[in-house]
């Protein structure tokens, strides 16, 4: 049974129209990792990102910010271009995720790869995206 191009446009219609449902899922998964990196200080397992250095801790201190933690926060610019795009979660500067990957690879930990919880919390956003389409 041959089918009918109309059928055949419909369903790549219908496939094109999914990226939508990315949308609120990535968005709430960049949410959650940057809040993780920016407000707890820790890398993809859960760790502490690490210290900063006596000389930097110190610059970061007259400054007015956390010395506590490593929250990869100076002034924000590189976390803030931690973007959804093309149904993806990265950077859009190629400058900015060299920075990122090198850092991660200097403390040799992943740092912006999501979770296995913030994944899981991603799978039931697209579900939950998918059930209200119906």
């Known amino acids: ?43 993809t397992n859960g760790i502490k990102i690490g210290d900063y250095s006596k000389s930097y801790k110190k610059k970061r201190k007259a400054s007015g910010r956390n010395v506590d933690k490593v929250n990869l926060m100076w002034s924000g610019k590189t976390i803030r271009k931690l973007q959804v795009y093309n149904n993806e979660i990265g950077f859009v500067i190629e400058k900015d995720k060299n920075y990122i990957r090198g850092y991660e690879i200097y403390k040799k930990m992943d740092i912006v790869a999501p979770t296995e919880n913030e994944f899981k919390e991603l799978e039931k956003d697209i579900f939950k995206q998918l059930e209200n389409r119906k």
Do not use: Q
């Open 1 to 43: 049974m041959k089918t009918s191009p109309n059928k055949y446009n419909d369903a790549v219609k219908e496939v094109a129209n999914f990226d939508y449902i990315f949308d609120i899922p990535l968005n709430n998964l960049l949410l959650s990792i940057t809040k993780r990196i920016t407000e707890d200080g820790k890398n």
